[in-house]
């Protein structure tokens, strides 16, 4: 058997274009087989057909026909977020553009942990971190306790290129005012952490005070925790590209993640080594599920959950709970639930925390996407004072899974994800100009996610990126009004962005979810479900901005006509 072709190299191109072709007509195929936004039969009739297409998965002789076989069967049994009536989850069908992209990261295959397997990734990276970061944070001229102007720098013997333990502060040593930019001390127990922290004056920076394109904030060069810069060293490879950008110093930066879960977990984490080693998490009823699992696996205290007596954390609630509580403490917020797309009071709270010295996340990983939206980014006003803030482009943004993003308001926060592991990024390469990568995640071997993100931003630009989200927005509001005026179902409440609730009115809980599961089963329709106001809801939520009205209607007519098949108290289950 000769060598297979490989996907990169100067044959790549060539050996990847038939098998595009393959690919291609085996996902047409496999949806037409389906013929729905979802295989019907239900678990079992989806696993016995997989089963058929696999056959022996590791046979003795490989088939020459697998791409075929399995891409349709993996098409066949898929379910098709673009397909209009696929709206139960946030899962949304990916821009082409972007999944064209997505191929080229899959083909060259850069890895981000270290430069020399991503150099053109790792300076994308950096471009596009902080362009989204100034979308939450603008410009950092713009933002308080940022400097006009670099500090001074001592001045250090020729060639004093950083010896450890040289020129450091001591951990307890007690942090500066706001605006004087003390470095990573921390409070002492009990203490809540104080926000606005400023790179210091006298010369000392942190390690992950770090700044790639125009001090955006990206890890590159990762020194010892406050040490200080002698005479003539490089401090980061975009200082030694294009010299140091002193307007940008401390701006904000963006991390790239797999997604909310993740994006919650690292802010969960950079939360507490900020605080001194431990925080208390405060959040609404209605925060997403990976906050407290985060905290779980941080080792962190129980979370305190304050009541989210319409679907979002009540502000008066939020002031008691803190003047309650010791500190140090982390507020949660959500700006986007999963159950209903509601988005928190966000000045408000962030006001609670500036007057108790808490820190705030906001998870926005649902809603951030209103960012791109003239009409649609006022919903999000006070996202700007969050700590950390979750974004997901591949929920109102369009990627291809995993599109995550942490942004990090002070990029001094990220020291503690800083790592030394000699064959990645020593410390002569970092200081002969290497960037250091390690610093920019919890995972080691990391995927190029940010081709697909760039590639986005720069073909549809904000305009064309705030117009799906202003389509998928209308969509909502007419399916909305389309289930208020029907006298067989009742809506929960107008939607917030793209999450419409409702159910068949007189309907029990038991009739509504045998009425998912029966469109389910049928592959007809796809809707989720959720409880709120002790009750069941169907849930629709629309991130197709190619559904049109007649979808809508036919939706809501898939659900009436099903439910008419189903006699109260004799349900499936």
């Not at 125009?214 to 590209?241: F, K, Q």
Request: hydrophobic share 45%.
């Amino acid at each position: 058997m000769s060598t297979p072709p490989l996907a990169s190299g100067p044959e790549g191109p060539r050996a990847l274009r038939p098998l595009l072709d393959t690919v291609l007509e085996a996902l047409d195929t496999g949806a037409r087989a389906r013929g729905g936004p979802l295989p019907a039969g239900g678990p079992e009739a989806v696993a016995a057909r997989v089963r058929e297409a696999v056959g022996e998965v590791l046979p003795d002789q490989g088939d020459p026909h697998a791409l075929r076989a399995l891409v349709h069967a993996f098409a066949e049994g898929a379910a098709d977020p673009s397909h209009p009536l696929c709206a139960a989850h946030l899962h949304c069908p990916p821009l082409a553009i972007a999944t064209a992209a997505d191929l080229a990261a899959s083909a060259l295959n850069p890895s981000l942990d270290s430069w020399d397997q991503a150099p053109a990734a790792s300076e994308l990276e950096l471009l596009v971190a902080a362009a989204l970061a100034r979308e939450i944070y603008g410009e950092p001229e713009t933002r308080p306790g940022i400097l006009a102007a670099p500090p001074a720098r001592p001045a250090a013997p020729a060639g004093d290129l950083h010896e450890p333990g040289k020129h450091r502060r001591p951990a307890s040593e007690a942090r500066e005012p706001a605006g004087s930019g003390a470095a990573a001390d921390v409070p002492e127990p009990g203490e809540n952490c104080p926000a606005g922290k400023a790179p210091e004056a006298g010369g000392t920076r942190l390690a992950g005070d770090v700044r790639g394109p125009g001090g955006s904030g990206a890890a590159g060069d990762v020194h010892e925790p406050a040490e200080t810069y002698p005479a003539g060293a490089l401090r980061s490879v975009g200082e030694a590209r294009r010299g140091a950008a002193p307007d940008m110093l401390g701006a904000a930066d963006c991390l790239v993640t797999t997604g909310g879960t993740e994006s919650n977990q690292l802010a969960l984490l950079l939360a507490r080594e900020a605080c001194g080693g431990s925080v208390r998490l405060v959040c609404g009823a209605n925060a997403h599920h990976s906050l407290a699992r985060a905290a779980w696996l941080l080792g962190l205290p129980e979370p305190v959950v304050v009541p989210a007596p319409a679907g979002t954390l009540d502000p008066a609630a939020l002031d008691e709970t803190l003047t309650r509580l010791p500190g140090p403490l982390l507020v949660a917020a959500t700006a986007g639930t999963t159950e209903a797309g509601l988005i928190d009071p966000l000045p408000e709270i962030a006001a609670r925390c500036a007057a108790h010295g808490a820190r705030l996340h906001i998870d926005a990983a649902y809603g951030g996407g209103l960012l791109f939206s003239t009409r649609h980014r006022t919903a999000l006003t006070g996202l700007d004072a969050a700590d950390t803030v979750t974004l997901d482009l591949h929920k109102l943004g369009w990627q291809p899974i995993a599109a995550g993003l942490l942004a990090v308001k002070d990029p001094r926060d990220l020291t503690a994800l800083r790592q030394r592991a000699d064959y990645l990024n020593a410390a002569d390469d970092t200081e002969a100009g290497l960037p250091d990568l390690l610093g920019r995640s919890l995972r080691t071997t990391r995927r190029p996610d940010v081709l697909k993100l760039a590639v986005t931003l720069k073909t549809l630009g904000r305009g064309g990126l705030g117009t799906l989200v202003d389509q998928v927005c209308a969509r909502a509001r007419e399916f909305a009004a389309l289930v208020h005026d029907h006298p067989g179902f009742v809506l929960h409440a107008p939607p917030v962005i793209s999450t419409v609730l409702f159910r068949p009115a007189g309907a029990t809980d038991a009739t509504v979810a045998a009425v998912r599961r029966a469109l389910l089963t049928d592959g007809r329709a796809v809707l989720g479900r959720t409880r709120l106001d002790g009750r069941l809801w169907l849930k629709a939520t629309l991130l197709n901005p190619a559904t049109g009205p007649d979808d809508l209607a036919a939706l809501l007519h898939l659900v009436a006509a099903r439910r008419a098949t189903l006699v109260e108290g004799h349900t499936p289950r």
